[in-house]
């Protein structure tokens, strides 16, 4: 079996060279010997090892900025979906619950019913037969656990 390669490792290695001739580059003035020693006034040019590591060193710590900005966004995201699905399936709980309520509930259970729920908000629609069994259709579904409200569109 081959040993896996992280994926920061091989974008370090990628960032190491693609820094690699910009550190083996040097400038000269022009009618300097690179072979001549500068004078001691002169700040020395870093070791090409020295340059290779504050090359990679630099190009790690791009990366692992960009980890964890991409690693936020994503805890994000996906706190997100969980909320959304959370409260979709809560409401379709809900909607479920008050259905079999009107369909159990001997006054409305010949009545045409349509139930929607949002966030706790139930609406009911339809036709019943009088404004009693609409009323009594609002307070049947008032009861169930989970409602914050009951729009009563119901016609008569």
């Known amino acids: 079996m081959q040993p896996k390669i992280s994926l920061l490792?091989?974008?370090?290695?990628?960032?190491?060279?693609?820094?690699s001739p910009l550190v083996f580059a040097r400038e000269y003035p022009r009618n300097a010997d690179p072979a001549a020693t500068p004078s001691p006034s002169v700040e020395?040019?870093?070791?090409?090892?020295?340059?290779?590591k504050?090359?990679?060193?630099?190009?790690?710590?791009?990366?692992?900025?960009?980890?964890?900005?991409?690693?936020?966004?994503v805890a994000s995201g996906a706190e997100s979906a969980y909320h959304k699905t959370k409260?979709?399936?809560t409401s379709t709980k809900i909607t479920a619950k008050a259905k079999?309520?009107?369909l159990r509930d001997a006054e409305t259970k010949h009545?045409?019913?349509?139930?929607?729920?949002?966030?706790g908000v139930v609406t009911l629609s339809g036709k019943v037969n009088s404004e009693a069994a609409a009323e009594h259709a609002q307070q049947v579904v008032s009861q169930i656990e989970g409602v914050k409200e009951v729009r009563n569109r119901l016609k008569y």
């Open 111 to 119: 009545s045409t019913i349509h139930v929607k729920t949002n966030r």
């Open 9 to 19: 490792g091989i974008s370090i290695l990628a960032a190491g060279l693609s820094f």
């Open 87 to 89: 409260s979709e399936l």
């Open 100 to 102: 079999v309520a009107l």
């Open 44 to 52: 020395q040019p870093k070791s090409t090892s020295e340059s290779v």
């Open 54 to 73: 504050e090359s990679v060193g630099n190009a790690a710590s791009d990366v692992k900025e960009g980890s964890e900005n991409a690693a936020s966004k």
